[in-house]
Antibody, heavy 121, light 111 residues
């Protein structure tokens, strides 16, 4: 069974940093594509990043240069390092196993439950 | 403003059918058959219900179906049930960027 569990959310001041974790089971993170998607309170979904099985990482313009995605292959964990946080980064952050290939499609087939990040003074 | 346009809300009665539209451009919805749909209940994670415009993942009811015409994709739910009361989001690959974009979401109320 595929399972994704995010952790690390909390309250942080503007300009601060936070690292989110996404612990995976039932599959190997390093062998697939993994995305981060966020949802501001009462708002819609926003894709922010994807890491390919090759290790290449891509970001949305809204977080480019401030957020960094990495993974710990032996622990099967995906990370999202968030720096220079802004109030508009306040959201629930989801990790999602992704299909992200021109031959297979682009979609998110398994999601974690999300972790809330609040950026406020 | 979201990249893809969805109606804010739709409603229907049990047993009826409803359709949710998702309008994009030639660069996303119209240019590729990579539209997916997600169902989200309050406080829960989104759930994939349609991928690649028309495909249903294993375990998703066949009451859910997807289609596309030009720059507009659609999700149809037939035989509405109270458990279908949720938010629905469309998502599309956007060519040239290597990224995906979401719609603003549609609140379905089953009366």
């Amino acid at each position: 069974e595929v399972k994704l569990v995010e952790s690390g959310g909390g309250l942080v001041q503007p300009g601060g940093s936070l690292r989110l974790s996404c612990a995976a089971s039932g599959f190997t993170v390093s062998s697939t594509y993994m995305s981060w998607v966020r949802q501001a309170p009462g708002k819609g979904l926003e894709w922010i990043s994807i890491i390919y099985s090759s290790g290449n990482v891509y970001y949305s313009e809204s977080v480019q240069g401030r957020f960094t995605v990495s993974r710990h292959n032996s622990e099967n964990i995906l990370y999202l390092q968030m720096d220079s946080l802004r109030p508009e980064d306040t959201a629930v952050y989801f990790c999602a196993r992704s299909i992200y290939d021109i031959r297979k499609g682009y979609y998110f087939d398994d999601w974690g439950q999300g972790t809330l990040v609040t950026v406020s003074s | 403003q979201s990249a893809l346009t969805q109606p804010a809300s739709v409603s229907g009665s049990p047993g009826q059918s409803i359709t949710i539209s998702c309008t994009g451009t030639n660069s996303d919805v119209g240019g590729y058959n990579f539209v997916s749909w997600y169902q989200q209940n309050p406080g829960r994670a989104p759930k994939l219900i349609i991928y690649d415009v028309t495909n249903r993942p294993s375990g998703v009811s066949d009451r859910f179906s997807g289609s596309k015409s030009g720059n507009t994709a659609s999700l149809t739910i037939s035989g509405l049930q109270t458990e279908d009361d949720a938010d629905y989001y469309c998502c599309s690959y956007r060519g040239g960027s290597g990224k995906v974009v979401f719609g603003g979401g549609t609140k379905l109320t089953v009366l």
